[in-house]
Nanobody
């Protein structure tokens, strides 16, 4: 069973940066796509960035040009570099995995981690 542990969240001012990390254990995920999702109160979970096993990336329009997803298959990790953060980026962030293309809501997936909270506020 795959376990996912997200880290790196925190409180940051608008315009600031954060780097999120997700460590996976229990299985080698190098052949799967991995993605970062977020959910804020009252809103459905959404996929913000995904990376295929081959390194191709896709982003939600709301984060394109500001967020960068990367993966380290040797460490079974996926990262999300978030720059130029906006208050609307405030949410709990989660990672997960699956066959490409990843679900935009993640409703089909199990094994969610505890997430990491990102708050963008002055």
């Amino acid at each position: 069973q795959v376990q996912l542990v997200e880290s790196g969240g925190g409180l940051v001012q608008p315009g600031g940066s954060l780097r999120l990390s997700c460590a996976a254990s229990g299985s080698d995920l190098s052949i799967y796509a991995m993605g970062w999702y977020r959910q804020s109160p009252g809103n459905p979970r959404e996929l913000v960035a995904a990376i295929t096993s081959g390194g191709a990336t896709t982003y939600a329009d709301s984060v394109k040009g500001r967020f960068t997803i990367s993966r380290d298959n040797a460490k079974n990790m996926v990262n999300l570099q978030m720059n130029s953060l906006k208050p609307e980026d405030t949410a709990d962030y989660f990672c997960n995995w699956g066959w490409s293309p990843l679900s935009t809501t993640g409703n089909e997936y199990v094994g969610w981690g505890q997430g990491t909270q990102v708050t963008v506020s002055s």
